[in-house]
């Protein structure tokens, strides 16, 4: 099969999928689908707080940087032919460690924000309210963890979820801002990169339920 032969139906199945991920949870009674609809409210969750995090700490909400990263965020690059190929414990596992240094990158920069609080002495209301959502979000990424940890146990009896990283180990010394505007860029990064991570994420979890629910019959090999 032609490499554009197989993007076609691959993009045909996701979208049809998609489209069956609004119907009623009763009709579509499927883990990865809950989890779909799950990733794609979070998603939505981090695109409102990255525009609030733009307007209150870098005092631009059109602000866009995409020469910057930061080397301890997951690869959002993907290579076709290997992802179509990942298996469902492989596509799971690394969904499971990218979720979990996500979720450590923003109790990173959650506390940091805090910790900046209590430095000026006085509790800044916006501030407050992006500490508020970064932690919604978390909470977000921990039940999806979860959800994802469930499966995996279920594929492989030997899996045990490890204990969850500290945030102080988020980011190594060498990476870490030297500058007030550096911290404020890095945090913008995170919900940038988090927000491209969580598409991506969304599209493993409908090629994830239509690798067990068909949408087309088999293709003879080309």
């Known amino acids: 099969m032609t490499v ?28 990865y689908l809950n989890c779909f609809k799950h990733t794609r409210s979070t998603r939505t969750r981090v695109q409102q707080l990255l525009g609030k995090y733009k307007e209150q700490q870098l005092g631009n909400g059109q602000f866009e940087d995409r020469s910057r990263h930061l080397k301890d965020l997951p690869s959002l690059s993907t290579e076709f ?84 990283a500290t945030a102080q180990t988020a980011l190594n010394p060498a990476s870490r801002s030297r500058t007030v505007w550096d911290s404020r860029v890095e945090g913008y990064i995170i919900l940038r990169d988090l927000d491209l991570y ?8 409908l090629l994830l339920n239509a690798s067990q629910h068909p949408v087309f019959p088999p293709t003879p090999s080309i």
């Open 4 to 31: 554009w032969k197989a993007l076609f139906l691959l993009f045909c199945m996701l979208d049809c999928m998609e489209q069956s991920a609004s119907l009623p949870v009763a009709q579509t009674n499927s883990l």
């Open 81 to 164: 032919y290997r992802w179509i190929n990942l298996t469902e414990w492989e596509r799971l596992h690394a969904a499971f460690w990218d979720m979990q240094t996500y979720w450590n990158m923003l109790e990173w920069k959650r506390i940091q924000l805090e910790n900046e609080e209590k430095d000026q002495k006085m509790v800044q209301e916006a501030r407050t309210t992006l500490t508020q959502n970064i932690r919604h979000i978390q909470l977000d990424l921990r039940d999806l963890i979860s959800q994802v940890s469930t499966q995996m146990s279920s594929l492989r009896n030997s899996w045990i979820r490890p204990a969850a």
């Open 198 to 205: 969580l598409t991506k994420l969304a599209r493993d979890f």
